[in-house]
Antibody
Framework: EVQLVESGGGLVKPGGSLRLSCAAS????????MNWVRQAPGKGLEWVSS????????YYADSLKGRFTISRDNAKNSLYLQMNSLRAEDTAVYYC????????????WGRGTLVTVSS | DIVMTQTPLSLSVTPGQPASISCKSS???????????FYWYLQKPGQSPQLLIY???SRFSGVPDRFSGSGSGTDFTLKISRAEAEDVGVYYC?????????FGQGTKVEIK
């Protein structure tokens, strides 16, 4: 089955760190650019970061200001998001999303993992 | 950053009736390669978003033909020809021509 499964979310104190993972299956993971998109409770979608298939190109939302690091391991079919210096406003469901090679849209999404930053 | 503005922000539709959502971008989404990098997503209650329409008017695999997209440049529209109960959720537009990728605020659609 073609799917993405996120993990690693949880409750963390302000200033803390968390590492999210996204396990891909059912497709050739190494051929696709991947993205992280987040959604604060009751809010809309916000693009966080993207990484090209071979990790050559990496981009972040300006609002993250160097606190987050995206990476991937094609041998393990996995995508990661290292989040440091977490703030209350980082509280959100974090989705990993595959970027279509044809259209550039996000054609496959995981179910998301909830990150709660609170003391 | 490109700002995506959706209208309306909420919509109540009678089953079998049409519905329309507008999305305007602050810059043209027409690329020099001739493609327009504009997308529509639907997030059903309790689910992750799903791609409905890519490049303005192409339906993604498995999307019913009652969904159609149109527009060009900076103005885009999603139409549901005959709304069904399963169409409830929040619809988002997104631009893919520039980073950061940006989404509209979302349009919440309820079926009466």
């Amino acid at each position: 089955e073609v799917q993405l499964v996120e993990s690693g979310g949880g409750l963390v104190k302000p200033g803390g760190s968390l590492r999210l993972s996204c396990a891909a299956s059912g497709f050739t993971f190494s051929s696709y650019s991947m993205n992280w998109v987040r959604q604060a409770p009751g809010k809309g979608l916000e693009w966080v970061s993207s990484i090209s298939s071979s990790s050559s190109y990496i981009y972040y939302a300006d609002s993250l200001k160097g606190r987050f690091t995206i990476s991937r391991d094609n041998a393990k079919n996995s995508l990661y998001l290292q989040m440091n210096s977490l703030r209350a406003e980082d509280t959100a469901v974090y989705y990993c999303a595959r970027e279509s090679r044809i259209s550039g849209g996000f054609d496959l999404w995981g179910r998301g993992t909830l990150v709660t930053v609170s003391s | 950053d490109i700002v995506m503005t959706q209208t309306p922000l909420s919509l109540s539709v009678t089953p079998g009736q049409p519905a329309s959502i507008s999305c305007k971008s602050s810059q043209s989404l027409l690329h020099s390669d001739g493609k327009t990098y504009f997308y529509w997503y639907l997030q059903k209650p309790g689910q992750s978003p799903q791609l409905l329409i890519y490049e303005v008017s192409s339906r993604f695999s498995g999307v019913p033909d009652r969904f159609s997209g149109s527009g060009s440049g900076t103005d885009f529209t999603l139409k549901i020809s005959r709304a069904e109960a399963e169409d409830v959720g929040v619809y988002y537009c997104m631009q893919g021509i520039h980073l950061p990728r940006t989404f509209g605020q979302g349009t919440k659609v309820e079926i009466k």
